[in-house]
Structure formats: structure tokens, C-alpha cells
């Protein structure tokens, strides 16, 4: 990933914090079958390192067969993101030399995959990814509402994958790179345009702190 020095993220409580509220990466891996990728919601376990990325697949879709045959595999989780207008910049006011961009946050992740068919491992995946997605709710529900059997047959047509984390980077481009004029600016017109808020209005006027 292209990382100018003023985009780029490296507290991991921020890339952690990314990754949770935004689990549905992009799982790329290039095996035997060439280059593959799939949207797939993960679980991010910090067990000290990087921590470990967990997810399951569908039993027939031929991405997992490919990470097992792989050394590394890449996931990519899009974070908050804004077109920006030059219409916002005071620069454009000022001189005019100002162009349209794009402000977003993003994660990339590595490491090496390890597949998993066990029974248990695979219960503990759904319920830890259901737990996860329905505790805010009013009534949230379980795995454990479903009758046991049909649970069952749905486990036996998924596999999981295991990813302990190498590498892990992290890109925030927030108008960093513009004056603190122009980050006002774009603050005021994604407000205007999607509410206080919005969060890529709230990341940048972070950025400019």
C-alpha cells in the first residue's frame, strides 16, 4: 500500500478500533488457482503480537482450498470514507489551484492462513460472530435459538480460516496534507452534507489536531 509518511497510521489500538467497527475485509490470496478475493466478516482476537484474525467460508466456495496451499494472505478492511470538492478549500478561493480528491481510512493486513474443518472450532466462530453483531440489540439473538440439528448441518457446510497477523498497516488520509483553512473547510462541508456526524468530518478535524 502507498503510505505517504502523513497518512500513515500506526497506533494499533486505532488499527484495531478500525478493523472491529468495520469486519467485513477483503480476504485476497494468490494460489494454485491464481488470485482470489471474497468479502468475508472477521473476528480480530489480541492475543499480544498482532493478534489473530478469525472468519469462516462456505464449504464450496474454493478460496479456502487455495489459502491452504498459500504461505500469506492478504485482508483489507475499508474504513469511513469521503469524496472531497475543491469547493470546500480556501485555497480555491485564493488561487484556485486546487483539484478534487478522496478522504478515507484503511487497514491492510498479512499473515498465514491456517484452515480449520473441527466441529467446535467452528461453533465457537459463529457464536463469537453472532455475540459480537447482535449485543447491541434489544434482543439479541443466539446460535443456541436455532433448533440443534439444522445448527449442526449449517457447520458442516462451512470451513474456517485462522490468520495470525505478520504485518499489519494502516493508511488515514484525512487532508492532512492541506492548510489547517482548507481541513476546516472540508470539516464544514461534510458536516453540511451528512450531519455532525459524519466520520470522516470527525477524523479529519482529529487529523488536524
Known sequence: MYQPPHFQEDDPEALAA????HPLGL?????????????????????????TLRAHLARPNPQWRELAAVEECL?????????????WYATKRETGRVVPTWNYATVQVWGRP????EAGWLRRQIEDLTAAREAARPEP???SDAPEAFTAAQIRGIVGVEIAITRI???WKMSQNRSEADRAGVVAGLTG????????????ARAAR
Open 18 to 21: 478500525l478493523v472491529r467497527a
Open 27 to 51: 480476504l485476497v490470496s494468490a494460489g494454485p488457482g491464481g488470485l482470489q478475493a471474497n468479502p468475508i466478516p472477521f473476528l480480530l482476537d489480541e492475543d499480544g503480537g498482532h493478534g
Open 141 to 143: 439473538w443466539a446460535v
Open 75 to 87: 485482508c483489507v478492511f475499508q474504513g469511513p470514507q469521503a469524496y472531497v470538492t475543491p469547493s
Open 193 to 204: 452534507e451528512g450531519g455532525p456526524a459524519d466520520p470522516v468530518a470527525a477524523l479529519v
Open 169 to 171: 498497516a494502516g493508511k
Open 114 to 117: 491456517r484452515v480449520i474443518e
